[in-house]
T-cell receptor, first 109, second 111 residues
Framework: DSGVTQTPKHLITATGQRVTLRCSPRSGDLSVYWYQQSLDQGLQFLIHYYNGEERAKGNILERFSAQQFPDLHSELNLSSLELGDSALYFC????????FGSGTRLTVV | GENVEQHPSTLSVQEGDSAVIKCTYSDSASNYFPWYKQELGKGPQLIIDIRSNVGEKKDQRIAVTLNKTAKHFSLHITETQPEDSAVYFCAASPYTDKLIFGTGTRLQVFP
């Protein structure tokens, strides 16, 4: 157990729908990073939050958004889903070195 | 833009042999270079990392070397075991703190 908790583990949804992925960082970690892992794109950085504030953005689509709450958990919202959004979504927290959660596998049908 | 190239994409070795995976990064501002092991159905797990002020770091059977001038860093696994079979990712972190990952190497260790 890495200490980074992601829910749900699996999600199957239809095109055009909206989903929310949840991440709880390790106890005491203020940072949450979101990454997308697809077969043809590898691990791509999406967004970084630190203590509730957005710190950096990667190639995150406008259909995607995230936030970090006062209790430090984070949610990644994916809307108007397309088939190409099917991927593994990981969050990581970091005091020193990134610790990844076990991911959410999103399948868009 | 920022880019990390990783080679080879697949690597097959006999148990007990050594394995070497190489990465090249483009952003000279990168100062942190971790390596991750990802097993099927799991998230990436940090196995070793190195900072730019260090040329080499070793942890039991795993070592990482860094050549800042050439912007190369490598993972060396000695005395490989079947449980080393997994996908390995290198990454580089520029000052912005995000990780840029390589494309991964699938390592297979045959008994």
């Amino acid at each position: 157990d890495s200490g980074v908790t992601q829910t749900p583990k699996h999600l199957i949804t239809a095109t055009g729908q909206r989903v929310t992925l949840r991440c709880s960082p390790r106890s005491g970690d203020l940072s949450v990073y979101w990454y997308q892992q697809s077969l043809d794109q590898g691990l791509q950085f999406l967004i970084h939050y630190y203590n509730g504030e957005e710190r950096a953005k990667g190639n995150i689509l406008e259909r995607f958004s995230a936030q970090q709450f006062p209790d430090l958990h984070s949610e990644l919202n994916l809307s108007s889903l397309e088939l190409g959004d099917s991927a593994l979504y990981f969050c990581a927290s970091s005091a020193y070195g990134y610790t990844f959660g076990s991911g959410t596998r999103l399948t868009v049908v | 833009g920022e880019n990390v190239e990783q080679h080879p994409s697949t690597l097959s070795v006999q148990e007990g042999d050594s394995a070497v995976i190489k990465c090249t990064y483009s952003d000279s501002a990168s100062n942190y270079f971790p390596w991750y092991k990802q097993e099927l159905g799991k998230g990436p797990q940090l196995i070793i990392d190195i900072r730019s002020n260090v040329g080499e770091k070793k942890d039991q059977r795993i070592a990482v070397t860094l050549n800042k001038t050439a912007k190369h860093f490598s993972l060396h696994i000695t005395e490989t075991q079947p449980e080393d079979s997994a996908v390995y990712f290198c990454a580089a972190s520029p000052y912005t703190d995000k990780l840029i990952f390589g494309t991964g190497t699938r390592l297979q260790v045959f008994p």
